[in-house]
């Protein structure tokens, strides 16, 4: 592959209006929130061929568990991509994302066993800027929009959607509010040999002008999807779109704490 910078990607993450501390993480490349700031932001780009992991991780939990959880399970990522993998092909970049869900749900079951609860969301995509893969636990999401078409990468893993799945409800509509974000999966959960395998996509190409968002509750519960394709196609650089949609989210309530991580092919 040649060495043109074809792969741009940035991240915004705020506490939001309502809450009193950021249970939001992400994982860009190597930056995190490490020190769960209300307020965080980080930009990359990257050469290509080579493997990048994008994530959010949306902490749940009183007091300070839920931040704890969505930086440990950072942390588990960041670690995991520290080195170069250029000699990763696609079998062995798979084994190693779910290597690391389990590691970061082994680690976040331990520390919950100490609080009543204790869990995050993780939603992850790797890449080398030609093809792409998206992991999923829990409610975070991930869309896609190529050309004129935004697409949901992910379902959300909560008691409302299973519902659904089943049968009970024909829609969102008719779910209890409760339910919207009462999690069926998540980062903690299941404790019984530590072991969890996240939802995957396929592997898909990234073409170019494709722009893939990777967000936490805090932004979709605020805005619509009319609202993020219209952010979405927006020609500005991904710093400031991540911006623009923390400020939708602001400006319909910010309930949430509220990150946005958006991904650019050239």
């Given at each position: 592959?040649?060495?043109?910078?074809?792969?741009?990607?940035?991240?915004?993450?705020?506490?939001?209006?309502?809450?009193?501390?950021?249970?939001?993480?992400?994982?860009?490349?190597?930056?995190?929130?490490?020190?769960?700031?209300?307020?965080?932001?980080?930009?990359?780009?990257?050469?290509?061929?080579?493997?990048?992991?994008?994530?959010?991780?949306?902490?749940?939990?009183?007091?300070?568990?839920?931040?704890?959880?969505?930086?440990?399970?950072?942390?588990?990522?960041?670690?995991?991509?520290?080195?170069?993998?250029?000699?990763?092909?696609?079998?062995?970049?798979?084994?190693?994302?779910?290597?690391?869900?389990?590691?970061?749900?082994?680690?976040?079951?331990?520390?919950?066993?100490?609080?009543?609860?204790?869990?995050?969301?993780?939603?992850?995509?790797?890449?080398?800027?030609?093809?792409?893969?998206?992991?999923?636990?829990?409610?975070?999401?991930?869309?896609?929009?190529?050309?004129?078409?935004?697409?949901?990468?992910?379902?959300?893993?909560?008691?409302?959607?299973?519902?659904?799945?089943?049968?009970?409800?024909?829609n969102l509509s008719e779910a209890q509010e409760k339910?919207?974000?009462?999690?069926?999966?998540?980062?903690?959960?299941?404790?019984?040999?530590?072991?969890?395998?996240?939802?995957?996509?396929?592997?898909?190409?990234?073409?170019?002008?494709?722009?893939?968002?990777?967000?936490?509750?805090?932004?979709?519960?605020?805005?619509?999807?009319?609202?993020?394709?219209?952010?979405?196609?927006?020609?500005?650089?991904?710093?400031?779109?991540?911006?623009?949609?923390?400020?939708?989210?602001?400006?319909?309530?910010?309930?949430?704490?509220?990150?946005?991580?958006?991904?650019?092919?050239?």
């Amino acid at each position: 592959m040649g060495s043109s910078k074809i792969l741009n990607a940035a991240v915004f993450s705020n506490v939001g209006l309502v809450r009193k501390n950021n249970e939001d993480n992400y994982i860009l490349g190597h930056c995190l929130n490490d020190e769960s700031k209300d307020e965080s932001s980080s930009y990359m780009c990257c050469d290509d061929g080579k493997w990048v992991c994008c994530g959010v991780f949306d902490g749940m939990g009183g007091a300070d568990s839920g931040e704890v959880a969505s930086l440990m399970a950072a942390e588990k990522f960041q670690s995991a991509f520290l080195e170069e993998l250029n000699d990763y092909d696609e079998d062995k970049v798979n084994e190693l994302v779910e290597n690391t869900f389990s590691m970061a749900n082994t680690c976040v079951s331990q520390i919950s066993e100490k609080r009543s609860v204790c869990g995050t969301t993780g939603t992850v995509v790797v890449t080398d800027g030609e093809r792409f893969k998206v992991y999923h636990v829990g409610d975070s999401r991930a869309y896609l929009l190529r050309g004129e078409e935004l697409f949901l990468l992910t379902k959300d893993q909560t008691v409302a959607q299973m519902k659904i799945d089943i049968g009970v409800y024909e829609n969102l509509s008719e779910a209890q509010e409760k339910e919207y974000h009462q999690l069926t999966e998540f980062i903690g959960f299941e404790d019984a040999g530590n072991l969890l395998i996240p939802l995957e996509s396929n592997w898909n190409e990234m073409r170019a002008g494709d722009k893939i968002l990777i967000c936490s509750d805090g932004l979709y519960d605020m805005c619509s999807d009319g609202e993020i394709f219209d952010i979405l196609k927006k020609q500005i650089q991904v710093e400031e779109l991540t911006k623009e949609f923390v400020r939708c989210a602001l400006e319909h309530g910010g309930r949430d704490n509220v990150t946005a991580l958006v991904l650019e092919r050239d």
